[in-house]
């Protein structure tokens, strides 16, 4: 039986939120009935404002259950420095979720969540060690015949046609290969908002066995990036018994509804070299 995620990204409560945009996803998101529906990061604009929490933790309630969701960048406190560099997670953790590494199973299927959000930086990810061995305990639990999903927020590089100066995953070598060493098929991120799928194989030629990257662009804000610029997007994921189908969902200009605008077919690699 197909598994169904729903992977929305960069909420951004705060100035750049779209209301109508969070209204008409709520409404699409239960329409579509979906087995999870995946967060990656970025709940707030600005982790210094409680009604900017609020406001996030308001949505999340109102979206379907079960979730799987991590932080991002802008889920840390940009201008309580001590905040920010002793406890940059507190407010996410208060807010969204004590649960930093976060997992979902279901019969063949395992997500699992890991935070690239910390406070030394305003825009950049990095996989601590702390992370790395908490994904480690994860993933070894599952065995080839489980089809294996990473989030996190930042993607470990740009899109080949991205122009706009963005930090990724500085760590990004270190934490493809992780992703390759467990054989996980496919890793959600975001933070670029704009949407796009590729391959870590991509990036470092001659990988084991390679992972897909999916990206959702900004789901519920007006920072929408290069084609998707003032858009808001997000993935429909359905996992089949050899791969996966990936829909960009994009709401349309009369704001009726999230409608697909492109899909991609990602054969599962140790079904399809059989």
Known sequence: MAFRMLHISDIHTGPPFNP?????????????KPDLVVISGDFVQRADFAAQWRAARTLRERLPQPQLVVAGNHD?????????????LRRYRQQISPDLNPVFTTTGIAVVGACTAHGLTVDGGKLYPAQIAALRERLVRFGPDVYKIVVWHHPPALPPAYRRK???IT?????????????????????????????????IPGLRHGTYIVQSGTTTS?????????ANTCNLITIEANGARV????????????????????????????
């Open 247 to 274: 829909q960009h969902l994009r709401l349309d200009q009369t704001g009726d509804r999230f409608r697909p605008v492109a899909e991609h077919w990602l054969p599962r690699r140790s079904v399809a070299v059989k």
């Open 20 to 32: 109508a945009a969070a209204e008409r996803l709520i409404a699409d998101a239960h329409a579509l």
């Open 76 to 88: 840390v406190p940009l201008f309580l420095l001590h905040e920010r560099l002793f406890a940059p």
């Open 222 to 230: 007006r920072r929408g990036y290069g084609a998707e610029h003032g």
């Open 166 to 168: 963005r930090v990724t």
């Open 171 to 203: 760590n990004a070598a270190e934490a493809i290969r992780l992703l390759d060493e467990f054989a996980v098929d496919m890793l959600l991120c975001g933070h670029l908002h704009i949407s796009f799928a590729g391959n870590t194989r991509d990036i």
